[in-house]
Structures are given as C-alpha cells and as structure tokens.
C-alpha cells in the first residue's frame, strides 16, 4: 500500500530539520546512483486490520528509515531529527493520508568493520505506523 510511502515520505519532507540536513535527498526504496551523501532511503510494508463487516478501518505496517552519511556522527545526528520529525500528531493527515500514529521500534547502527572509518555509515530507525482508510 503506498499511503504508508506518502505519508512518511511527506512527514520527513516537511521537516526543516531532516529536509535541510539531506540536501532533500529523501527516498522512497530505492537511491538515484551517484546520490552524494548524507540522504535517506526509507521502506515500507503495510497490513489491512480492524475488518468491521469486511471493511478495513486500520491499516498498520512498518517503516524502516536508513540514514546514510560519511561520517557516523552526521548519521546519528540526521536519525535524531528523523525521530523527532515521526512524533507526529494522533490522527494527523500528511499529504491526503491519516496517520493515527508513529511508534518508533529499534535504531541501531550498520557499519563495516573492515572499511576503517572510510565509506558510508548507516544509522537504520524502526517505526511501526497506524493509518486510517
């Protein structure tokens, strides 16, 4: 279901924060090749739930946000804003999609060990998110 792609993909893009840290290079599943960083990719997967006489009510999915930088504080830096801007507001609606609410699951970091602090860092942030139909 794209409503979870517009949704976040709009919540994210209107942030001034994450905007202006990404140059606006925010990405729904896939990267333009030679994208400089720092920039997003995020990805979504969503379920239809809450049937009420076989209509949906509920849609509840995952989002996972990957923050990509060269260095690993710029990273981390970039996840913060992204977790601040997915506080959204209960039933707030961004571009056209209702979004009951963003709880953040798990951020970790994703490094190579053998690229000794040369190459891209990547910080990954979990959300779990409730649309309305």
């Known amino acids: 279901m794209k409503n979870a792609g517009i949704a976040t993909y709009s919540i994210l893009k209107n942030d001034s924060d994450v905007n202006s840290a990404v140059g606006g290079r925010i990405f729904n599943e896939r990267v333009l090749q030679g994208t400089q960083p720092p920039f997003i990719c995020f990805h979504t997967s969503m379920i239809p739930v809450n049937a009420d006489m076989g209509n949906v009510q509920t849609v509840v999915g ?7 930088a060269t260095d690993t ?9 992204v977790r601040l801007a997915m506080q959204v507001d209960p039933l707030s609606v961004h571009n056209g999609v ?3 609410s963003v709880l953040m699951d ?6 190579d060990d053998r690229a000794y602090e040369e190459g891209l860092f990547c910080e990954i942030l979990s959300f779990t998110i409730y649309l309305g139909v």
Do not use: W
């Not at 995952?62 to 990509?68: A, I």
């Not at 798990?106 to 490094?111: D, I």
């Open 62 to 68: 995952t989002v996972q946000v990957n923050v990509y």
């Open 106 to 111: 798990a951020q970790f970091s994703q490094t």
């Open 73 to 81: 504080d710029t990273a981390q830096d970039i996840a913060e804003y």
């Open 98 to 100: 209702t979004v009951q």
